[in-house]
């Protein structure tokens, strides 16, 4: 009896740490997605915060990977992937505030235009 218990638990521990493993696997694997997309694309769209006069990052939990983007109507709603991870070291302010940017509409129509963009938040 004393045998069995050992062995059980000893199965269970194995099992643990073999599904930790696994989840810690994936995680690794959407970095090097997310990584890849992020050096090709940029963080923000074509649209302005209004009161920043520049397009702003809405630091996400880093375990988020998806985002949902509302549109007027059933049909403009999407989920799509979150790509770029807030990483130190911060170069600085930008190179201007808003040049080349679009702002918020007067009715807008979808949430992007808002120039409010997520950006997932550093590991440590």
Known sequence: MRRFVLCLTLAATL???ALQEARADVRRVSNRWGERFARTMPWHGQYYYAPWG???SLVV????NMQTSMGWG???TEMRPIYHQFARPYP????GQGVGFLSTPRWPSHTDQFGVYYVRGPWK
């Open 74 to 76: 059933v049909t403009q």
């Open 15 to 17: 099992l643990l740490v």
């Open 61 to 64: 939990p880093p375990v988020s």
């Open 54 to 56: 520049a397009p702003v």
């Open 92 to 95: 600085g302010d930008g190179a």
